[in-house]
Every structure is written in structure tokens, then in C-alpha cells.
């Protein structure tokens, strides 16, 4: 099966910081990942498919890149509503798997 | 815009089994394949499997012993099965709408999931 790490496992910036998440897939899987946000207490939601591909109603500071095993989302400019817990998630092959989840935090 | 509901015992007692309704409003089942998701208290996203609309399934192996996933035309819903359960078990719940990438051989493999029911907690406890 293939293994997603994602880090950090949290972190805490100021609103306007930069933000940068990365995920690490245990073998090739091309530019099949995506991104989701999931608040407090809700379902996901996806952001970002194919790697850097932003699904429609989806603000523009969110952005997503990378292809074969290293990847990255980016916050370009942090907001209160962006307070979350980002997953990714791989869909190469069977199983489909998810990251452990970063959490994003307002200092 | 298509809208999903879980729905079922909020409680299981160890060993019974776990049985889930996801209910689809605002498009049919017909039209597209479905997963459930699960994510125990406090920790990350587990795929548990998925369905087409004609009832071609397929299960993630740590689970595939003991789930099934029916789909019910006629109802516009979809189901969750999951015998002898452990507290292990206890999760929030999640069915979503699924899209699909054709890999070689012909294999179905889920791509995204959006978008999501609100989820239901269910705990196993005696």
C-alpha cells in the first residue's frame, strides 16, 4: 500500500504568513493527489485535485504542486476562516489513502 | 446541488454489526459512484470502500472481511455493513460522492470525494 506522510503535523502562523504544508507519498504517483480541508466539527471539502488543480469557489491564496512522490499546499496569505485540519490524499492505486493531517492554527 | 445524510444507530454493541444509510438528495445514485470514510475521534481519514451505481464494489483490504456496500436504486440510497465490530471501530462515519480514474488492466480506482455527508458518530460500547 502506499503511505502519505504529511508535515507538519500542526502548525501555527500569524494571520498574512505564508503558509506551506508537504506530503510525501512511499512510491511514484504521478500528479494523483489532492488536497481537502476539513474544520472543526465538519465534513472534508475538497481544495485542490490532480496535484494543483483548483476545484471551482475555491479562494486563489490556496495553490497546491509537486508530481511523483513530494508535494505542497500553500496558504499565501492566512485567514481567520483558514483555521483547519489539510489532508492529502492519493489516488495512484488501491487503496486509496490519506495523510495524516495538518492542523493550521492562528498564533 | 447534490446533498448526502448518513443516517443509523448512533451505538453497537462489540461483535454485532454496523449498519449505515446514506441518503442522496438533489441528483441520483445512478449517475455516479460512492465511497464511505471513516475517522475515528481525534484522528485522520480511512477509506473504506466504494460503489457503482450498477453494484461493482470494491473494499479497502483492511476492511474487506468484514463490509459490504449495497446501493438501493429504487430508495436513492446507498449502505454501510460492517460486522463484529470493536471500540476499534468507533468513528465518525462519512459517505461522499466519488470520481473515478480508469487505471491500466481496466482497474476503477476512486479519485476525489466531494462532496461529503456531515458524518455520523457511531461508538461501540457495551
Known amino acids: 500500500d502506499i503511505q502519505m506522510t504529511q508535515s507538519p503535523s500542526s502548525l501555527s502562523a500569524s494571520v498574512g504568513d505564508r503558509v506551506t504544508i508537504t506530503c510525501q507519498a512511499s512510491q511514484d504517483i504521478n500528479k494523483y493527489l489532492n488536497w481537502y480541508q476539513q474544520k472543526p466539527g465538519k465534513a472534508p471539502k475538497l481544495l485542490i485535485s490532480?496535484?494543483?488543480n483548483l476545484e471551482t469557489g475555491v479562494p486563489s491564496r490556496f495553490s497546491g504542486s509537486g508530481s511523483g512522490t513530494d508535494f505542497s499546499f500553500t496558504i499565501s496569505s492566512l485567514q481567520p476562516e483558514d483555521i483547519a485540519t489539510y489532508y492529502c490524499q492519493q489516488y495512484d492505486n488501491l487503496p486509496v489513502a490519506f495523510g495524516g493531517g495538518t492542523r493550521v492554527e492562528i498564533k | 446541488q447534490v446533498q448526502l445524510q448518513e443516517s443509523g444507530p448512533g451505538l453497537v454493541k462489540p461483535s454485532e454489526t454496523l449498519s449505515l444509510t446514506c441518503t442522496v438528495s438533489?441528483?441520483?445514485?445512478?449517475?455516479?459512484?460512492w465511497s464511505w470514510i471513516r475517522q475515528p475521534p481525534g484522528k485522520g481519514l480511512e477509506w473504506i470502500g466504494y460503489?457503482?451505481?450498477?453494484?461493482?464494489?470494491n473494499y479497502n483490504p483492511s476492511l474487506q472481511s468484514r463490509v459490504t456496500i449495497s446501493i438501493d436504486t429504487s430508495k436513492n440510497h446507498l449502505s454501510l455493513k460492517l460486522n463484529s465490530v470493536t471500540a476499534a471501530d468507533t468513528a465518525t462515519y462519512y459517505c461522499?460522492?466519488?470520481?473515478?480514474?480508469?487505471?491500466?488492466?481496466?482497474?476503477?480506482?476512486?479519485?476525489?470525494?466531494?462532496?461529503w455527508g456531515q458524518g455520523t458518530l457511531v461508538a461501540v460500547s457495551s
Open positions: 438533489g441528483g441520483s445514485v445512478i449517475a455516479n459512484y
Open positions: 461522499a460522492r466519488v470520481g473515478v480514474r480508469i487505471a491500466v488492466f481496466g482497474v476503477v480506482i476512486p479519485s476525489w470525494f466531494d462532496p
Open positions: 460503489i457503482s451505481y450498477s453494484g461493482h464494489t
Open positions: 490532480d496535484a494543483s
